[in-house]
């Protein structure tokens, strides 16, 4: 809801303008086997969000407010073998209720800007959140290539076709879906991302130095985490290839190492939309409580038993229907299949024993219901995002023409 603007000979009043949305997606998903060679059946209400961005002086102000209400629909997590994190495994975890609020100044003007950033959401590290990507299923890579829930305070800087982003934030990770950062933990961690612009291409390197996320308290293992990928959108296509590695240490000794190798890409084609996905992740098996998607929180560093390696082909497909240019709903179905490994043996964790097969499917069925505004791409902030640089340009180029 854009406020009025009013051209004068000397100024130009400011505009300020408030976008709200709305978005869910109701899945129903089949594992075979889920484990124990036993199949299962489950349906869902994932991604719940209510979203709101505000944006003031010229976009030169901008304030993001995601709300995730997972924690009261997908308590028990979501089926997505190979998926592991924040006390789940094997299904992925719901995020927090206050998953991101921001606030993001804008600076500078031509082919140089910089932006400062704080609040609590994303850190500038590795890929975007893969809720705004083509797949409802999440990798297994989540943990190892990206960073998020955190409250951090952050500088961006772009000048023509790079950019570079660093940020200071808390390196716990959340224990429940209503968790809030550890404030005496905050600014314990860092990380760094440079991005270079072509077009539609982007290729990003990033650095991250987490400090105990497993262990609230902090004394636990600390991670060091790289990231590198090459990103392209245009027009009906899209692209990705990521490689994220984490190891986890003791001090200065390595304790463990985890690697991760992505490709996902999708096109439209007549208004549906098909997706193909490819990834080899390295995931740590942990002890498992009687509920067997489940694993201590927070865990020993010792209850470590191996290491898995997860290969994974998924494919899907959707069509997307505009309801009174307001909405839009994308029926869904897609179809993965994963193959687990234990990449050092003996091993205490066998995957085709507990699982009860060398290869497991799943099938996902279902529709994205979006109302309003849409998150198009989170992860980034400031001159680290394309619209917003587009937007600042778009209001820099209004005031010259005001002004004359």
Do not use: C
Not at 87 to 97: A, E, Q, W
Not at 253 to 276: C, M
Not at 294 to 313: A, E
Not at 367 to 373: D, E, P
Request: glycine share 10%; charged share 20%; net charge neutral.
């Amino acid at each position: 809801m854009p406020a009025g603007h009013v051209h004068g000979a000397d100024s130009v009043a400011p505009r300020a303008a408030l976008s709200v949305g709305a978005s869910a997606i109701l899945e129903a998903s089949v594992a075979i086997p889920g484990v124990h060679d036993r199949t299962l059946a489950e349906g869902y209400i994932t991604q719940p969000m209510v979203m709101a961005q505000l944006s003031a002086l010229q976009s030169r102000f901008i304030a993001d407010l995601t709300l995730n209400f997972e924690g009261i629909t997908l308590d028990r997590g979501e089926l997505n073998a190979g998926m592991y994190g924040e006390g789940y495994v094997d299904r992925r975890h719901p995020h927090t209720l206050l998953h991101e609020i921001a606030a993001t100044g804008m600076f500078g003007s031509g082919l140089s800007r910089f932006s400062v950033s704080a609040g609590k959401g994303f850190v500038p590290f590795g890929t975007d959140d893969p809720m705004s990507r083509p797949f409802v299923k999440y990798p297994v890579n989540h943990h190892l290539a990206q960073l998020l829930e955190r409250a951090f305070v952050g500088a961006s800087f772009r000048s023509g076709h790079v950019g570079l982003e660093v940020a200071s934030f808390n390196g716990d990770e959340p224990q429940s879906a209503y968790d809030m950062p550890n404030w005496d933990r905050f600014a314990d961690s860092w990380s760094a991302r440079v991005t270079g612009y072509q077009g539609g291409l982007e290729v990003q390197g990033s650095v991250a130095h987490v400090e105990s996320p497993e262990q609230p308290r902090g004394g636990g293992l600390d991670h060091r985490k790289l990231s590198g990928s090459v990103r392209y959108q245009s027009g009906n296509g899209y692209g990705l290839v990521e490689f994220a590695k984490t190891k986890e240490l003791d001090g200065a000794t390595t304790a463990f190492t985890f690697n991760s190798a992505l490709a996902e890409g999708s096109f439209t084609r007549n208004a549906v939309t098909f997706a193909l996905r490819a990834e080899r992740t390295e995931r740590p098996e942990e002890e498992r409580l009687v509920n067997v998607f489940r694993t201590p929180r927070p865990h020993s560093d010792l209850s470590i038993l191996g290491r898995t390696r997860w290969d994974v082909l998924s494919i899907a497909a959707s069509r997307s229907y505009v309801i009174r240019r307001m909405g839009a709903v994308a029926p869904f179905v897609e179809v993965s299949t994963q193959r687990p490994r234990a990449i050092v043996r003996p091993t205490v964790f066998e995957p085709a024993q507990f699982y009860g097969a060398e290869r497991l499917w799943s099938f996902s069925a279902g529709a994205r219901l979006g109302l309003g505004m849409r998150h198009s791409r989170m992860g980034r902030y400031g001159t680290a995002t394309s619209h917003q640089m587009h937007s600042m340009k778009k209001a820099d180029d209004h005031s010259n023409m005001d002004m004359e």
